[in-house]
């Protein structure tokens, strides 16, 4: 069984700033992580996924995460945040079948 | 883009009358999904269908059934909606690739549906 745990429902962050968005897992099985992002009134769209290999994962709009297994983490990060990264960041993982289980959500406030 | 509409895009009904909402894809991939969201609870797998006529139950199936008679045509029906069936729904789609399974791929989903259930 997989669970997702985001900590932090909200998070904000001035324009420049370091974004750091916390995910934590759980997966009985080796985990497939990933990150979504929804803007207001659309559907998710994927940032970024760890499947195997490189622990490091890059993915779109210079977000990157690190995927540690000793911690079963795969935090989100980005090193300067813009206005147009303000929206709801999702965790997900999959333990491959047919479900994927995602986490509650974070929303990210980005400050002028 | 993926090619994926649903529709009708917003809904207002009464509690007790049926709902059936359309999730339409032109991307030919075979797993298609239904979700919830909710405030609090991220998303959560309804129903899912791994092929036309194959379907099986997600994590809140209660109160929900799903057709798939065509590949690209994924319906969700409320039988008789209730106030806590009130929520955005999000259809999504995925594709084997290789050896890689559908949840361990990119799933591309709907522009969601904003249902109300008064």
């Known amino acids: 069984a997989q669970s997702v745990t985001q900590l932090g429902s909200h998070v904000s962050v001035s324009e420049g700033a370091l974004v750091l968005l916390r995910c934590n897992y759980s997966s009985s099985v080796p985990p497939y992580l990933f990150w979504y992002v929804q803007y207001p009134n659309q559907g998710l769209q994927l940032l970024l996924k760890y499947t195997t290999g490189a622990t490091l994962v890059k993915g779109i709009n210079g977000f990157e995460a690190e995927f540690k297994k000793s911690e079963t983490s795969f935090h989100l990060t980005k090193p300067s945040a813009h206005m147009s990264d303000a929206a709801e960041y999702f965790c997900?993982?999959?333990?491959?079948?047919?479900?994927?289980?995602f986490g509650a959500g974070t929303r990210l406030f980005v400050k002028a | 883009d993926a090619g994926i509409t649903q529709s009708p895009r917003h809904k207002v009904t009464e509690t007790g009358t049926p709902v059936t909402l359309r999730c339409h894809q032109t991307?030919?991939?075979?797993?298609m999904y239904w979700y919830r969201q909710d405030p609090g609870h991220g998303l959560r797998l309804i129903h899912y269908?791994?092929?036309?006529?194959?379907?099986d139950k997600g994590e809140v199936s209660d109160g929900y059934s799903v057709s798939r008679s065509k590949t690209e045509d994924f319906l969700l029906t409320l039988e008789s909606a209730t106030s806590s069936q009130t929520s955005v729904y999000f259809c999504a789609i995925s594709e084997t690739t290789g050896q890689v399974g559908p949840t361990n791929n990119e799933q591309f989903f709907g522009p969601g549906t904003r249902l109300t259930v008064l």
């Open positions: 997900a993982v999959s333990g491959g079948g047919f479900k994927t289980i």
């Open positions: 269908s791994y092929g036309v006529k194959d379907t």
């Open positions: 991307e030919n991939h075979r797993y």
